[in-house]
């Protein structure tokens, strides 16, 4: 076929690559998602001075829950809580939708990786706010070393504007979402790079499962407490709040401040979850148990 012929074919080609993510073109893919260009999973060779440096112990072939926790411990810095825009500290929030669409691709990318390559995977978290669209992007790095595995984020929960998924403007959109740039802080398991703010080590031999356990019920507690702060607050105003005639007085919340009871809860959810771990009692006995002891908060 003469080059003539060949030129639409090529022209076509060059359009397909280009309309790749940048990390996409450079690496080697293992997957991405046809309708939506942001979800992908790569495998980025790196220089091979840094590979030595490193010493990244790839291949490695990793328990497809055991990731998925090592993923769902990850907090963002507490300092993420007076933005407006973020509604929850937790990194990974929608579990099912990791460890069934993201985790066995991520897992396949460790198996397959060389010890000059690296795992780069992207994922949007959906996260409406009432009927507003709010799709939130992460892009991590990540390598297999000898301290453990290494979580490094290029973009931490970028937001995505516009019709991202459109095949001619979707890639720049994605491309150009910035990121909060805020750190990760550091859970039981888990470490700060020396070297790099935005980069987490975990510990490979760590129970996550037990600590991503710990945390839900920690959370659940404290959205139980606040919700029992506002609805004594609400009580203090309907009791304090009667005025006189054309005299307006403004009455502010009474803070809720944990008396020892919360110590007292929190040490009966931490003893219940013993008892589960080491099987002397039942999952369905577990979270009766549970529900029993937060209905006296």
């Known amino acids: 076929m003469s080059l003539r012929h060949r030129l639409p074919y090529l022209m076509l080609l060059l359009s397909f690559v280009l309309s790749l993510p940048l990390s996409v073109q450079a690496g080697n893919r293992v997957w991405r998602q046809a309708n939506n260009p942001a979800n992908y999973v790569v495998l980025e060779k790196i220089k091979e001075a840094k590979a030595e440096d490193l010493v990244l112990n790839h291949p490695y072939n990793f328990d497809p829950k055991k990731l998925a926790d090592m993923l769902l411990s990850l907090r963002y810095n507490k300092a993420l809580l007076f ?67 290494h979580i490094d984020f290029i973009k931490t929960d970028a937001k995505l504007l516009g019709d991202y998924q459109a095949k001619t403007v979707g890639t720049k959109m994605i491309e150009n ?68 005639p054309g005299v307006s007085t403004i009455r502010r919340p009474v803070p809720f401040t944990p008396s020892s009871s919360v110590k007292t809860t929190q040490d009966r959810l931490r003893e219940l979850k013993e008892l589960k771990d080491q099987g002397l009692i039942t999952n369905q006995e577990y979270e009766a148990k549970k529900k029993e002891i937060l209905k006296d908060l």
């Open 177 to 244: 979402a910035k990121g909060l740039g805020v750190t990760l802080e550091p859970q039981d398991g888990q470490k700060l790079s020396f070297t790099n703010p935005h980069e987490i080590i975990l510990d490979l031999n760590y129970d996550f499962a037990a600590l991503v356990d710990r945390k839900a019920s920690e959370e659940e507690l404290l959205k139980a407490q606040e919700k029992e702060a506002k609805k004594r607050s609400r009580k203090e105003i309907s009791a304090t709040g009667e005025t006189q």
């Open 83 to 149: 933005r407006k825009d973020v509604q929850d500290r937790q990194v990974f929030f929608d579990d099912e939708t990791l460890e069934k669409k993201f985790i066995p691709h991520i897992v396949e990318a460790f198996a397959k990786a060389t010890p000059e390559q690296v795992v780069v995977f992207s994922i949007v978290q959906k996260d409406p706010l009432f009927i507003i669209r709010n799709d939130r992007l992460n892009v991590i790095r990540a390598f297999v070393a000898q301290d453990g595995l």
